[in-house]
């Protein structure tokens, strides 16, 4: 499967077959504008402006912004509940953490998760073989309780998301406070926003970081 980072939260995911997600497509309030992109499937974590421009996204996908099962194009999914916020959703509401197998990979995408990590939702999500998750803090996890969701998922790969990057003006933070909390032999800085992955990548003896470029 190929994932493309499309700047913030916003992912394409293609499976081999075609059928294309996009993942929390964000609008240009938040410094830059999201690149053309066509997908069947959007999935939304949450109605904030960064996390659920559809309109952004062309052609006619099917949108998710509940959580379930599903099955589109032969792309299994589940969205679960969580927390925006670490009272249970007093502060910003809920967040959609979402599940995606696609070509025989496991993908997290955990949307604005706000929340602490748990046994439960850690249980809930496991395996995973690529985490997507938000590392800037402010409206998300932090850089330190990202780190901890990584460490009890143990995923093959990390992608950090939802962080500064040059053109951002929200008040979040950097990329580099959580890579400080990573062995350097453990990051690997993508030369461009695309990676391919193949089931047979994934050993479960490790968690790499990988840091894609997109600005």
Request: aromatic fraction near 8%.
């Amino acid at each position: 499967m190929k994932l493309t980072w499309l700047g913030h939260s916003a992912f394409k995911l293609e499976e081999s077959t075609g059928t294309t997600v996009v993942t929390d497509p964000f609008d240009e309030k938040i410094g830059y504008s999201m690149a053309d992109v066509e997908a069947d499937i959007v999935t939304i974590s949450h109605g904030h402006h960064d996390h659920s421009n559809v309109s952004a996204v062309k052609g006619n996908p099917t949108v998710i912004r509940n959580a379930g099962f599903y099955e589109i194009g032969g792309v299994h999914m589940f969205a679960q509940k969580s927390y925006h916020d670490e009272n249970k959703g007093a502060d910003r509401g809920s967040n959609l953490v979402f599940k995606f197998r696609m070509d025989g990979v496991e993908i997290c995408h955990m949307g604005d998760i706000g929340e602490e990590c748990s046994t439960m939702l850690v249980e809930s999500m496991v395996p995973v073989n690529i985490l997507l998750i938000p590392v800037g803090g402010t409206y998300t996890i932090d850089a330190e309780t990202a780190k901890d969701f990584v460490d009890k998922i143990m995923p093959d790969i990390v992608i950090p998301m939802h962080y500064r990057t040059k053109d951002c003006e929200l008040d979040i933070d950097k990329v580099s406070e959580f890579l400080s909390l990573f062995d350097d032999d453990d990051i690997v800085q993508v030369e461009g926003d695309t990676v391919e992955f193949d089931r047979a990548d994934f050993d479960g003896e490790s968690t790499k970081v990988y840091v894609l470029e997109k600005f």
